[in-house]
């Protein structure tokens, strides 16, 4: 049996920039329960680095939903769900300026328009350019990401030249595992549009979805993938089961296996955003603050078609974990800090110290 390696020693190579060995990969999605605080006190380090104490929020949009001809395995908008969703064409521009307008109420530094389809057709890039031009003039410090599916010919150059900040496009899975999940397209032409967009000039952001049934070396080898692609952003989510999909019934990875994909993606991407996306209340469930002590930022309010935890659970979780929510540094908090006193016997506080 190898010896385990250093959680400590494993966070000074990602600072110097450094990747980590597949088999020290390995150490760390296999790392034992009493190893975790250890962990994450260790990766914590690198976030701390390159991140301070700030988490980024981040709102997402669906601008079209539903009736996509693709057959992505985990996803409620595909040809082969019967899931009970919203279904529409892409909104109008006044619909995405108001949800806009939330984003920012909620504190988010990035808006995530997100479109279902294999790819926009040019007239949407229109549509999605006019929206994206309305919004970046009426919130101007707001960051615009989009999320068309697979882009062709000039749209990422007419995404950009509107304003559009950031591209999503995730890969989800290994190579090797995108066959399991999806057969309308590839892992390769999903690299494609992420190195398009990229070429165009815009930030690229390619995350993961776990939790399908892949293997551990599946995970392992994302992690290197997308250190190989260089992404500025890596959204990180775990499968939310909804009935109707293929994966309906697919069981929770758990909160602890979830935490360390977590701990090992930021030792593999150190400068990368690590947003915990979808899926983070179903499959980290009470393990989320320790999330943030490796990931900087999380979305705020819902997902595509499933509902998130409120927001004011997320604003408590990051103001108790003694974080600050990007752009909002030394903002007055929600609520007076609570000091610790004596607690009644009915579970209320009855006096503070020095009060
Ligand atoms: S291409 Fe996008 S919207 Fe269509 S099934 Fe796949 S994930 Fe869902």
């Not at 690198?46 to 601008?63: E, I, Q």
């Not at 992420?194 to 165009?200: F, G, L, M, P």
């Not at 939790?211 to 250190?227: C, H, K, N, Q, S």
Request: net charge neutral; hydrophobic share 45%; charged share 20%.
């Amino acid at each position: 049996m190898t010896e385990r390696p250093s959680w400590g020693a494993l966070a000074e190579r990602a600072l110097a920039g450094e990747a980590i060995t597949p088999d020290e990969a390995r150490a760390v999605l296999a790392a034992p329960d009493e190893e975790l605080l250890p962990l994450v006190a260790a990766v914590g380090r690198v976030r701390r680095a390159h991140f301070g104490t700030a988490v980024k929020l981040n709102f997402l949009l669906n601008v079209k939903s539903g009736l996509c001809p693709e057959d992505c395995h985990y996803c409620s908008q595909s040809s082969l769900s019967t899931a009970d969703i919203a279904r529409y064409p892409l909104r109008p521009v006044g619909e995405v300026t108001a949800a806009a307008g939330r984003a920012v109420d909620l504190k988010a530094a990035r808006f995530c328009m997100v479109a279902s389809g294999r790819g926009p057709t040019d007239r949407e890039v229109d549509q999605v350019c006019q929206a994206v031009a309305a919004v970046r003039a009426a919130h101007p410090r707001l960051e615009v990401c989009a999320c068309l599916g697979l882009l062709k010919g000039d749209q990422a150059e007419r995404l950009r030249a509107a304003g559009v900040f950031a591209y999503n496009h995730n890969l989800n899975t290994s190579e090797r595992f995108y066959p399991e999940i999806c057969a309308t397209h590839t892992y390769r032409d999903r690299v494609e549009t992420v190195e398009r967009a990229r070429a165009a000039g815009l930030s690229p952001c390619c995350g993961a979805l776990f939790g399908m049934g892949e293997e551990l070396e599946d995970v392992i080898a994302l992690g290197y993938a997308l250190r190989a692609l260089r992404v500025d952003s890596i959204p990180v989510n775990f499968l939310i089961p909804i009935p109707g999909t293929p994966l309906a019934g697919r069981a929770p990875l758990g909160p602890r296996t979830a935490l360390k994909i977590l701990c090992l993606f930021r030792l593999l991407n150190p400068a990368a955003e690590l947003r915990i996306a979808g899926g983070r209340e179903v499959q980290l469930r009470w393990l989320q603050p320790l999330g943030l002590e490796v990931a900087n930022s999380i979305f705020v309010g819902d997902y595509l078609t499933t509902t998130g935890q409120p927001p004011p659970a997320d604003f408590a979780m990051i103001r108790d974990l003694g974080l600050s929510i990007l752009g909002h540094e030394g903002a007055a908090p929600d609520e007076a800090p609570t000091a610790w006193g004596e607690i009644g016997d009915a579970g209320r506080l009855t006096r503070r110290p020095n009060a």
